[in-house]
């Protein structure tokens, strides 16, 4: 994981020395600290999907380029096997697969999403992006907050929301959790 948050961190920092754009107007597009921010760009911290998905909109490339280096090719399909895709663990106990890394100019941006428990009484990240979102839950049993709403999910419920909400997840039992989630 070390490794791709250090990459995801190299490709942030290019960008914003090619483009000119400080670090402060990079942190509050994505609704955090600048040192939080000036963490990540040094691969020391984590930033959400959908705060990448933000930058990379603002720099008119797509997702893939910041999270695997390299712009989708495909624009009429892109097949992706079980398993096959694309894969980042981007965040401690958390790993992303991309479903439509090859497809140039798509809408939205789905993922498998695997989560780890954490010990009991770690506090719940919660994030909020433009768009919307939608999670159905594959394996396992989550907890999804958005707003101040709390709801459960088990194998087989989904959800679609307003991701400027805030929002934000975390497994219940002692089992992983996996579910797909578009990023639109």
Do not use: W
Not at 103 to 114: N, Q, S
């Amino acid at each position: 994981m070390d490794e791709q948050l250090m990459q995801i961190g190299q490709r942030l920092r290019g960008l914003r020395d090619i483009f000119e754009v400080d670090a402060k107007t990079m942190a509050d597009l994505c609704g955090i600290a600048v040192s939080d921010y000036e963490a990540m760009e040094r691969g020391e911290a984590e930033l959400s999907v959908a705060n990448l998905q933000t930058i990379a909109r603002h720099y008119g490339i797509s997702l893939d380029a910041l999270l695997f280096g390299e712009e989708p090719k495909m624009n009429s399909y892109f097949l992706t096997r079980k398993g096959k895709g694309k894969s980042v663990e981007r965040r401690s106990a958390y790993q992303y697969e991309s479903l439509a890394s090859g497809f140039r100019g798509r809408k939205a941006d789905p993922f498998i999403v695997t989560v780890e428990p954490k010990p009991a009484g770690t506090p719940k990240e919660m994030n909020s992006h433009s768009g919307q979102e939608f999670n159905m839950v594959l394996e396992g049993t989550m907890e999804l907050t958005i707003g101040t709403k709390v709801l459960t999910l088990s194998e087989g419920d989904s959800i679609y929301f307003d991701a400027t909400q805030p929002h934000g997840m975390r497994t219940l039992g002692d089992h992983h959790v996996r579910f797909l989630a578009i990023i639109f």
